[in-house]
């Protein structure tokens, strides 16, 4: 179990920079995201911590040792790989024993620790197989266990689950959480699904263009986003352009067009100045209520809704409101309002936050 | 009414094209003194004068050694190159790549020909070795489109896990990248082998004075008369170049299916 940094990390391919003088601290035995898009960097980050690429410039410490001129089979990492990359001509035991070769582990205690894997990863029978008789969550399952059998300084996680099926990979996501708690190993974990991100991590690493764009706790990036980047990756968010008028020691008012004066927590609004600000409010917080409802306490404005988007237990809105197009996922209470229907579009000003700029 | 034409004109085409090897190893086994029909009776006699006459031994000799020779060179050098082209980004991969299949588009004559005024100019005289040279040219881009074929189809992330497992980059490609390419090294092998032990063109140009390879050997007797002995040897080489391949074929696919790939 080790710590991971990036100091100052470049990677360029010819003249094209994937990766943007990244800096990252990564805790021993925590379970840190990298999250974004595609062609966002973190899938070169992960790498670059493997030694599967160098990188342009800055350093890479793993427990506090610089690796960046230590080839990949001797830094003592376990990785998974998207498509689970066993070996097709090995049985699985042997897929699992494989690592164990490269290192001192006695010949009569092979057997114990490939069964103590398999085991963890709860396929405890399948030993003799080959790995294209399983299914492909088994053969993660198993990709797994090679991984972690070698007691790994660092396991390094590539989209693991997202050649899955929807099912099958909310229940790897679980298990997966369970093993690394179980053995507590430094975990980086690349994904570009934010359920799968918000669900795991102890931190999560926002990443667009090859920059980072936030590192906090899956409430610091959901509720209090860094930039308008972040608000809109992680789950559905309406942004409103307005003016900041007074900045309090509590709270800040930014002044909106079609909602007037909203206090949005100071926590919420770092950075924030007088002058152009925007508003981020999260889709689930608009909630949508009929006209004759009662919205003390709330800031509202009438709304027109435009589409109905019926996902079965929540129900998506898009409204028009004023001269905003907006957003609201809520509970279905009943029956959905529906398209073209007059409503209440109400919200508080504590599930705001607030960005600074036009 | 069609495919019956059709199904007779394809069976016209076989006999047309397989006919004269039945008659050849059908004569094989006539009794007669002249390697012609009609048959006078059955008999292995022609085989055992085969296997008596030094000359056509001597030429089998020739061709098995240079023929195990140039599918091990080969298959070597056409290992390398694939991993070359495949795995690593070098410079000028296509001109590298076009390059080493070319001798399968160049005439075969021409390429002979080249090859023994370039020798000359060099002032390096016909040898054993120069002959084996020229085989391995022209077998070499068939094991490299078999092997990059198959190469391009393993995965790069499995060599990826082997070495995050400890392995070394040597010890990847004889752990993993080795065994999961083995059934296009094998083949790859049996058409240098094959190709190398069938050929007669730039074995011609090229074999120095004295030497003799089965071909070789047949053309030169040819010359003289048809003998029976003549179509024994056809129906060994017809066994051997027409069974080795399925054989190997076979086992390949044995490999592959017990392997699981």
Not at chain 2, 86 to 92: E, I, M, S
């Amino acid at each position: 179990m080790s710590s991971v940094s990036l100091r100052n990390i470049v990677k360029q391919f010819g003249t094209f920079t994937a990766v943007h003088k990244a800096n990252l601290e990564i805790p021993e035995g925590a379970f840190v995201t990298l999250l974004g898009p595609s062609g966002c960097g973190k899938t070169t980050n992960l790498r670059m911590i493997a030694g599967l690429l160098d990188p342009t410039e800055g350093e890479i410490l793993i427990g506090g040792r610089r690796v960046n001129d230590i080839p990949i089979h001797k830094r003592n990492l376990g990785i998974v790989f998207q498509n689970y990359a066993l070996f097709p001509h090995k049985t699985v035991a042997e897929n699992v024993a494989f690592g164990l070769k490269y290192r001192d582990v006695p010949k009569s205690e092979v057997p114990k620790r490939v069964q103590a894997a398999l085991d963890l990863v709860q396929l405890p029978n399948v030993g003799d197989r080959y790995p294209k008789a399983l299914s492909g969550g088994q053969q993660q399952r198993i990709a797994l266990a090679r991984a972690i059998v070698i007691e790994p300084d660092v396991l390094l996680l590539d989209e693991p689950l997202s050649a899955l099926d929807a099912n099958l990979r909310e229940d790897m996501r679980v298990e997966l959480k369970r093993i690394q708690d179980q053995i507590g190993v430094t975990t980086v974990f690349v994904t570009h699904d934010q359920s799968e991100a918000l669900a795991m991590s102890d931190q999560i690493v926002v990443m667009s263009a090859g920059r980072i764009e936030q590192v906090g706790t899956p409430e610091e990036v959901y509720n209090t986003p860094a930039s308008e980047f972040v608000a809109n990756f992680l789950g559905a968010s309406n942004i409103m352009k307005g003016q900041c008028a007074a900045a309090g020691p509590d709270a800040i008012r930014v002044e909106t067009p079609v909602f007037g004066p909203v206090d949005v927590p100071s926590a919420k609004a770092g950075g924030v100045a007088n002058g152009p600000a925007k508003l981020v409010l999260r889709a689930e917080k608009l909630t949508l209520m009929d006209t004759s409802a009662d919205t003390s306490g709330m800031i509202s404005a009438p709304a027109t809704i435009e589409t109905v988007d019926y996902q079965g237990q929540t129900v998506r809105y898009f409204l028009r409101v004023g001269e905003h197009q907006l957003q609201a996922i809520n509970l279905i209470d009943e029956r959905p309002f529906p398209q073209g229907a007059t409503v209440t579009a109400a919200f508080r000003a504590k599930d705001c936050a607030a960005l600074p700029g036009a | 009414m069609g495919w019956a034409l059709i199904r007779g004109w394809a069976i016209l085409v076989y006999i047309f094209m397989f006919l004269p090897v039945a008659v050849v190893v059908l004569l094989s086994f006539n009794a007669s003194q002249f390697g012609s029909f009609p048959m006078t009776g059955f008999s292995f006699r022609w085989f055992v004068e085969l296997a008596n006459n030094d000359a056509i031994l001597r030429a089998f000799r020739t061709s098995l050694i240079l023929g195990l020779l140039t599918a091990l060179i080969s298959t070597t050098l056409g290992v390398l190159a694939s991993l070359a082209l495949v795995r690593y980004t070098v410079p000028g991969t296509n001109a590298i790549s076009t390059l080493l299949i070319a001798p399968i588009l160049v005439p075969e004559v021409v390429l002979a020909v080249a090859l023994l005024l370039f020798l000359n100019f060099l002032g390096i005289n016909k040898s054993f070795t120069l002959l084996l040279f020229g085989h391995v040219i022209f077998t070499l881009p068939f094991v490299i489109l078999v092997v990059q074929a198959r190469l391009v189809s393993i995965r790069r992330d499995v060599e990826e896990a082997a070495m995050s497992l400890g392995a070394s980059p040597m010890e990847t490609f004889f752990q993993i990248t080795l065994p999961l390419m083995l059934p296009a090294v094998l083949a790859g092998g049996l058409f240098a082998f094959t190709i190398s032990f069938d050929d007669i063109t730039g074995t011609l140009f090229w074999k120095p004075g004295g030497v003799e390879t089965v071909p070789t050997q047949i053309f030169a007797m040819l010359r003289n008369s048809i003998s029976p002995e003549i179509n024994a040897l056809g129906t060994v080489m017809i066994v051997m170049t027409v069974g080795l391949p399925l054989l190997g074929a076979a086992i390949a696919r044995r490999i592959s299916t017990t392997s699981g790939t």
